[in-house]
């Protein structure tokens, strides 16, 4: 049914995803409102939403949290035991892949909120590991913002979480050497690439799978590796894994590199979209992640805490935030920064 904002009550549930009369999203369907979300549509100028009323059989968020949390730790497991695999037996159990990927794009299908769900995994397993799961998570819904079926979504989902399988045969001590690899070293570290084509091509016969592992750190311009392709030489799964992958390596901490603010990062995506990485889809995935903001917590580089509130139509990547009892366009005051984001 059809509320006027000021009626709303927190539990209530949004029937539809909700925008603002320009056009942004401002909370997505299913979402349960808490007292934040009513103030957020009123600072939007939305005045009637659709409801389907009060949410008391719907799980607690930290029980949907708590569950999310689950889902990632067997995903992660997951992904450990393929890795052990390929590095003894040179290929894995592509039946194995299935049965630990299909659970987690299914959650995925259920938790909109992508913001949330790279917060959840901001934590200190192994790199490897995690970075699988972030990029094998983002590809699904890259894919699912540009439109690809259900059974294409899943297939660039699983050539993502599987696109650093190589990595099982670089020696550890190279992976985690904290310093700068020397250039043999390096060499070392890019044939990752085709030692996860082979791997691959020996455990399934879905040839795409094995041309992301391959083709994942191309660049349009022809500066990637390992066959320096250009624009349509490189296959569209890969270009939307080259995306997920790099936005995962930049906001993930690293034995030899800190991990930088979410936001900051689009802001380099974006610019990559010109010339290294696909421009579309690169646009694709800024427009739909941004809208998840919205509510989180941030430190700003003053030391305050806030509320990012709204997004800028001038600047993007410098929204609106509420801290205390006062607005701040970051937009306009460029001395201030966010430093870290936090969930709700």
């Known amino acids: 049914m059809k509320v006027h904002v000021t009626d709303l009550k927190p539990g209530d549930l949004l029937k539809e995803d909700t925008f603002s009369n320009r056009g942004i999203l401002i909370l997505s369907k299913g979402a349960q409102l808490r007292e934040d979300d009513i103030n957020k549509l009123l600072l939007h100028g939305v005045d009637y939403v659709d409801i389907e009323g009060p949410a008391q059989l719907t799980p607690s968020a930290p029980s949907v949290i708590q569950a999310v949390t689950t889902q990632f730790d067997q995903t992660i497991e997951g992904f450990e035991s393929l890795y052990l695999e390929a590095l003894t037996k040179g290929s894995f159990n592509q039946t194995m892949v299935d049965d630990i990927l299909k659970p987690l794009v299914n959650s995925l299908d259920q938790n909109k909120d992508v ?13 490897t590991y ?13 894919a699912s913002w540009l439109g690809y079926s259900k059974k294409e979504c899943y297939e660039i989902s699983r050539a993502g979480y599987l696109l650093d399988i190589g990595k099982c045969r670089i020696p550890a001590a190279i992976l985690k050497k904290p310093g700068k690899l020397t250039p043999e070293e390096y060499q ?7 030692y996860g084509y082979e791997i691959i091509r020996n455990s399934m016969s879905d040839h795409s799978t094995a041309l992301v592992a391959l083709q994942h750190h191309e660049r349009e311009d022809g500066s990637g590796y390992p066959s320096k392709l250009v624009n349509d030489e490189i296959h569209p799964y890969a ?21 930088q603010e979410l936001i900051g990062v689009l802001r380099e995506l974006h610019n990559l979209g010109f010339g290294k990485l696909n421009g579309k889809s690169v646009q694709a995935f800024i427009q739909h992640l941004m809208p998840n903001f919205i509510g989180k917590r941030v430190l700003l580089s003053s030391g305050d805490m806030g509320v990012i509130i709204l997004n800028n139509s001038t600047d993007v990547f410098r929204p609106l935030v509420q801290s205390g009892g006062r607005f701040i366009d970051l937009s306009r005051e460029r001395n201030l920064a966010i430093v870290e984001i936090y969930m709700d």
């Open 239 to 259: 270009q939307i894994a080259a995306i997920a992958d790099v936005y995962s390596a930049m906001t993930t901490s690293r034995v030899y590199q800190s991990k």
């Open 188 to 194: 070392e570290v890019q044939r990752h690439t085709t």
């Open 115 to 127: 913001v949330t769900l790279l917060l959840l995994l901001d934590r200190e397993d192994d790199y």
């Open 130 to 142: 995690i970075h699988s799961l972030q990029v094998g998570m983002l590809t699904y819904y890259i």
